[in-house]
């Protein structure tokens, strides 16, 4: 019953965020494989993260405690990566 909530909360841009986060990547490489605005993917990433659904990481093995002051300053820097939570959303609606 949780998943089926789940898929139906996820919007298109979420799906495809999450989909180029099976693997750890860069917010640079996101801007470019998602093709979505600066500010929009973002926005997305604040609230995909809020909802659990990814996680930031300051290097390649080190997560880190999301705060959204820190990240306003540090996104650009930050590497990301789907959680089990996100990916089943994820696997759910496609």
């Known amino acids: 019953m949780e998943t089926k909530k789940l898929q ?12 180029e986060l099976y693997f750890i990547n860069t917010f640079d490489v ?3 494989e998602t093709e979505l605005d600066e500010i929009v993917l973002k926005t997305e990433l604040i609230n995909l ?7 930031c990481l300051a290097r390649v093995n080190q997560e880190i405690a999301f ?21 089943l959303a994820h696997n759910g609606r496609s």
Do not use: C, P
């Open 67 to 87: 705060d959204e002051n820190t990240f306003e300053q540090n996104y650009r820097k930050y590497h990301y990566l789907a959680t089990k939570k996100g990916l």
């Open 8 to 19: 139906e909360s996820m919007t298109d841009k979420e799906f495809d965020i999450i989909d």
């Open 30 to 32: 996101l801007l470019e």
């Open 49 to 55: 993260v809020n909802k659990g659904w990814i996680k």
